[in-house]
Structures are given as C-alpha cells and as structure tokens.
C-alpha cells in the first residue's frame, strides 16, 4: 500500500462530530452547557472516548479526569500531542475548546487513513475542568497533568454549587488510574477558536499564538447588616450590595486608567438574602485581571485592593477575599510557533503572531514541553456566547495547518525547553 504524507483533513468528517458533540448539552439557541463534571460533561467524554476507540487509539485516563487517546496504541515514547477541553461554561458555545479535541482527533483519522506513520505517536486529548466556571481555578486538569498542583488538593476542591471535584469525577466514572502528573510529551500544540476580534478584523485566517496572558481570579465576600428597605435611613446602612456595585466600578476604571492590554470582569454576584424589600446581609463577587504585562497586572491587582479597602471603611462592612486563580504569563516555544507560521505560509494563509488572551491548557503543557497554538477567527469575535461561531473554511485551514504542524513535531528533532516558557 503506498503511504502519502496526507495533506488536508476531512473538514465535512470534523464538522459533523462539531455538531454531534454540540447536540450533548444543547441549550436549544447554538448553544452547550457541559460544566465540568457534569452528567452532561460525562456524556460528551463517553461520546469522545467512543470516538477514539473506534478509531484504535489507546485511551488513557488519569486520577483528575484527563483522558489521552494516543495513536499507534502500542506506542511507548513521547507523543506529538494536541487536545483542548470539552468542558463549557453554562453559556457556552460549540467551538471552544471541542474544536481543538475533535480537530486533533480528525488529523490522527487522516493520518491512519493515509497509510503514513510518523517517527513518533500521535495523541490528542482533553483536560478536565479548562473553564473554572465551577471549580476553580481554571485549566485545573491540565495544570495536575503537568504536576503544578497536587492530585488529591486538586480533588478536594469545591464548586460554586457546593459539590467536591473527587466525588463528581468518581460520580461521572472517569477518577482514572494514569498517574498524575504524567510523563510530559514531546511536544503539544492546541488548535483553538481566538475568541476575540483580532483575526477578524485583519481578515487574517491563522494566528501563530505567542504567549498567554497573566491570569488572576479573586473571590470577595462583602457582609454588613441586613435590614428594612422602607425603615432604615439610608445614613445608617452598611450595604454589601452597594460595596459590590462600587468594586464593579472601580474594576472597570483600573482597566481604563491601566490601559493597554489591561482588562478586568465582574462576572458573578450573589446577594443574600437577594429579596427586593431586604438590606442584603452579605454580597459575593468575583474579579477576574488579565494583562499580558506581569507588572501592570501586578499594579492591578494593588489598584483593586486599596480601593477595596476604601469602600470597605466608607459603608462599614468587611470585605474578605480568597484567590481563585493565579498564572503568570506564559511565553510559547518560538521553534512551534515557527512551524504554525511556516505551515501557513506554505499554504497561503494570511497568519499574525499574536497572544491569546484566553487561558488554555496550552499554557500549562508549556511547562513540561515545547508548546505552541493554532487560533482560527471567531465571527464577531464572540465567545463564552452560545452565538459562538467560525467558518468552514476556517476551521479546515486551523484543522490542515495542525495536521502539518503535528507531522513536522511527529518527524523533526524536538528541543527540550530550559524554563518552560513560564514567568514565575
Ligand atoms: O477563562 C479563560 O480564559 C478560559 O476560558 N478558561
Ligand atoms: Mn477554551
Ligand atoms: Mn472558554
């Protein structure tokens, strides 16, 4: 049988597992809603762990959830891996994240089909709670394959809805028997949508992903005293959901006087007792900082809490905060962001550098491996939005552009990173 180096997917084959995968957790508007650990998150594993079997990849599963598919299935060395997250937020759309998982495992069904078998095995896989929309922080599963967070304090971790990670992982049936952290592969690229504006804005279909931005995640609980709307004069109250309000406010001016790269969310708010006629008693929000620059989100993060400070003796209430999440920038390996630029332009993509401002799990595989990522334009530049999309071409030119970056990784010599790319 002549084996052909192959040279393009099956972009009708990868679109119609996008859609079938999407129909798991459909929220009936474009949408998915497959929180980590869910039933509905353990029904699209089920369905992906069927999809790799039948194509005779050897399915690994770790004690986080991880599951590996690798291919040849006798393969021992280091793998040239790719993979993403099949988890959603409860908004969420069909592309992120399953894109990078179900593109990854249609370029290793193009390379079986095509006869050809590269010097080292091919594996894609999917990591366990990406989003931290339900246990935090987020990229969890990824960040326990790499060994930067211990198995069993990764395990005790609570979600927002009270459940423990150990028990939802064993509940779903996929608490594996791999251990963690793994031995690290060769390499590991991620295919993933860009989430943002930038590709297309500048009509550019490939964009060779340079770096990651620092991440932190702070959790606030604001108490002061419940009491009567109608009664209490308002020189008497000490009302968190004012607190709350003004620290969503000054989240959004340290973004506008920070500027640059700089931004900053108020995603989540809960009141207690939440009751139209009722002072709340308490108030619990969240902040999420990114910036590409350590420094400035270093001067972010002080902004925030000096403020909050300020607000906390202004209505009399406390303000306590845990960290949800917290990661540095991460700086890619310039020889796999090459071969995404080289691999591009050898197809006559238009292809930019440029830094995601995402997390993904690329950036935690970046500290055992050479790592690097593939984005494709997001239409609108929408995301975490069940109104989430990308075009078919795009995702065949992301999915072709993995296929000979993978191939280039699978037969080429691999220079082991000095520091990981990661700025501690
Ligand atoms: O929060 C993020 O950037 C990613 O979606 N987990
Ligand atoms: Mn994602
Ligand atoms: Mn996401």
């Known amino acids: 049988m002549t084996t052909v180096v192959p040279h393009a997917v099956d972009g009708a084959r990868l679109r119609g597992r996008l859609d079938e995968l999407a129909a798991v957790g459909d929220t ?5 809603c497959r929180l980590a650990l869910t039933e509905a998150d353990g029904a699209g594993r089920d369905l992906v762990v069927t999809w790799m079997r039948d194509l005779g990849l050897r399915v690994d599963i770790d004690g986080i959830g991880n599951v590996i598919g690798t291919w040849p299935a006798d ?3 280091p793998a040239v891996m790719t993979g993403s997250h099949i988890d959603t937020v409860r908004t969420g759309g069909r592309f992120d994240g399953n894109y990078g998982v179900l593109a990854g495992l249609e370029v290793i069904e193009t390379v079986i089909e095509s006869g050809f078998v590269p010097a080292r095995p091919l594996a894609v896989g999917f990591f366990t709670n990406e989003e931290g929309a339900r246990f935090a922080p987020d990229m969890l599963g990824s960040l326990v394959y790499v060994g930067g967070l211990p198995l069993e304090e990764a395990l005790d971790t ?9 028990d939802e992982l064993e509940r779903i049936g996929y608490r594996g028997p791999l251990p963690c952290p793994a031995s690290p592969p060769a390499a590991f690229v991620e ?30 609980t604001i108490v002061g005293q419940s009491n ?18 003004e620290i969503a406010v000054t989240a959004r001016s340290i973004a506008r006087d920070l500027g640059g790269d700089q931004v900053a969310t108020v995603g989540r708010i809960d009141l207690h007792p939440n009751l139209v006629n009722v002072i709340p008693a308490r108030a619990t929000l969240t902040v999420d900082l990114r910036n590409t620059d350590p420094v400035e989100l270093a001067r972010a993060e002080r902004m925030l809490f000096d403020a909050v400070e300020r607000i906390a003796a202004a209505e009399s209430v406390t303000i306590e905060h845990r960290t949800l999440a917290r990661f540095e ?9 090459g071969l995404v630029v080289d691999a591009a332009e050898r197809r006559n993509l238009p292809v930019r550098r440029l830094p995601s401002g995402a997390g993904h799990d690329a950036q935690m595989l970046a500290r055992v491996c050479p790592s690097a990522m593939i984005f494709v334009p997001s239409v609108g530049g929408v995301s975490h939005n069940p109104t989430e999309f990308t ?3 795009d995702l065949q030119a992301g999915a072709d552009v993995l296929l000979d970056v993978m191939l280039r990784l699978a037969d080429g010599p691999i220079d082991r990173p000095t520091d990981g790319g990661v700025h501690q």
Do not use: K, N, Y
């Open 228 to 245: 009567h709307a109608g009664t209490t004069p308002m020189r008497l109250r000490r009302d968190p959901a004012l607190a709350a309000a």
């Open 75 to 77: 393969a021992t060395g």
């Open 329 to 337: 920038p991460v700086v890619f390996d310039e020889t796999v962001i």
């Open 28 to 32: 009936g508007d474009g949408g998915v």
């Open 191 to 220: 295919l993933h949508v860009e989430q943002g504006p930038i590709l297309e804005a500048e009509c550019i279909t490939i964009g060779a992903v340079t770096s990651v931005q620092g991440i932190l995640w702070f959790e606030l």
């Open 158 to 166: 609570v979600a927002i809805d009270g459940a423990v990670l150990g």
């Open 391 to 393: 075009d078919a071409d």
